[in-house]
DNA sequence: AACAAACTTTACGTTAACGTAAACTTCATA
DNA sequence: TATGAAGTTTACGTTAACGTAAAGTTTGTT
């Protein structure tokens, strides 16, 4: 029934180039597991999954996750496919990862604090040289 | 006149114990001009200072900073001994840091909602399986 | 047909942030 | 005094995430 036909296909350079990333580091996220293209010969082919995941990826990088990290969080959306067993494993996961994410969200808040401070001391120091001129 | 004198000294395995890392560690992160404890013989000392500075390395780490970059803020805090010209430099360094972090900022509200929703979806399928039994 | 552009595989090289091992010194204590 | 705990320097090893180069294939265009 739901059937995607959403048949948009993209190569590898179309999507190097809307991520701003090298070829390389697309087929080395496949090597790791992440992504699945189809091929055409011995072409890469990817659909919208592949785009949307590529996507998660980068986003997970800039939270400091790591590519195997991340793998294992694409893992959590089949769930259906898991044995209950598995289940109490991965919500353990999931909490973990929360609490980190809220670490992170404290330091961020911290850090954003600190820096505005700087820049209201960059700024001032700036101002009172200008007021020498 | 405002000269601190708490004289609270540590040692390189009070601070390893305190902060969960080795001492290797702490070793690198002075071979990297990010602590400089002074010396009795040849043994370190550390006082509030570097423990500070410790904890914002680790800080840093948690949110993907390199040591580099940690060093680079630490220098931040220097500003008075900075010449009028670097302060630009310096703003400008300050409002990227501030662009990434308010950018980290809004991928973990983003992967908080995506861990909710998850944790949702595997507790509701443990009580379907709980319901059988 | 020949050429470039875009793709492929294979494989060795690179960097940051330590880990780990070896060989040494200093100091407290049994 | 010897032995063990904690410190030191020196230096090579390790892992993740690619970079980079070589050598070949496929495809569209001239």
New binding site residues.
Partial sequence: MSEKLTSIKY????L?KEFD?????I???ED?GLISPTR?????IYNQRDKVRLKLILRG?RLGF???ETGRLFELYDVDKTSAKQLQSIMSLISQKKADLKQQFDDINAVLIELNDLEENCRSILDSLEGKK
Avoid: E
Wanted: glycine share 4%; aromatic share 8%; hydrophobic share 20%.
């Fill in positions: 190569s590898i350079s179309d190097s990333i090298t070829t390389r580091s087929r080395f996220y790791q055409k010969g011995q072409t890469r990088k790591s590519l195997a």
